[in-house]
C-alpha cells in the first residue's frame, strides 16, 4: 500500500508540474493573470466563506444530532450536503439564466424545482430519521429518553 500511494505521489506531482510548466507557453500574459485572479477569489471564497459556514453547520449539527442515533445523523449529514450540492448546481443555473442570450437554453423553472427539490428531501429525510429513531425505541422498549449512554 505504501510502494502505491508513493507511486501515485511522485505521478500526481509530475502531472502538476508539466501543467505548471506548459502554462506560461500555453497561455498569454492576460490569461495568466486571469487565471491568477480566478484562483484567489476562489481561495478566498473556499477560506472566508464555505470553511466559516461549514464549520458553523458542523457545529450546529453536532449539537443537534447530539439527540439522534449515528443512523439518524448520517441521514441528517447525507440530506444537508446533497442539499447544497444541489442548490449550488441550481444556484449556477439560475445566474446563468439571469444572463443568458439565448433563452431556449436554459427555459427551466429552476427555483420552483429547487424548492420542489428541498420540500422532497426534508420530507424524507424527516420520514426517515423518525422511522430509525421509533425503531431504536421500540427496540430498547422504552421512550428512548435518557437511555443513551
Known amino acids: 500500500m505504501k510502494i502505491t500511494r508513493y507511486v501515485l505521489g511522485v505521478a500526481g506531482a509530475g ?47 453536532t449539537r443537534v444530532g447530539s439527540r439522534l442515533r449515528p443512523a439518524s445523523v448520517a441521514v441528517l449529514r ?5 442539499g447544497a450540492v444541489v ?6 443555473l439560475l445566474k446563468a439564466q ?3 442570450r439565448i433563452l431556449s437554453a436554459l427555459d427551466g423553472d ?9 420540500a422532497f428531501l426534508v420530507t424524507l ?9 421509533r425503531a431504536y425505541r421500540s427496540e430498547r422498549g422504552g421512550s428512548g429518553r435518557g437511555e443513551r449512554q
Open 15 to 61: 502531472l502538476i508540474g508539466y501543467g505548471l510548466l506548459g502554462l506560461p507557453t500555453k497561455l498569454g500574459p492576460p490569461q495568466l493573470f486571469g487565471l491568477l485572479v480566478w484562483l484567489a477569489v476562489a481561495v478566498l471564497l473556499h477560506d472566508g466563506v464555505m470553511v466559516p459556514i461549514s464549520t458553523l453547520a458542523g457545529a450546529g449539527l
Open 78 to 82: 447525507g440530506a444537508l450536503m446533497t
Open 87 to 92: 442548490t449550488l448546481i441550481a444556484g449556477v
Open 98 to 100: 439571469s444572463v443568458a
Open 110 to 118: 429552476y427555483a420552483a424545482n429547487l424548492l420542489w427539490f428541498w
Open 125 to 133: 429525510a424527516a420520514i426517515l430519521i423518525y422511522g430509525i429513531e
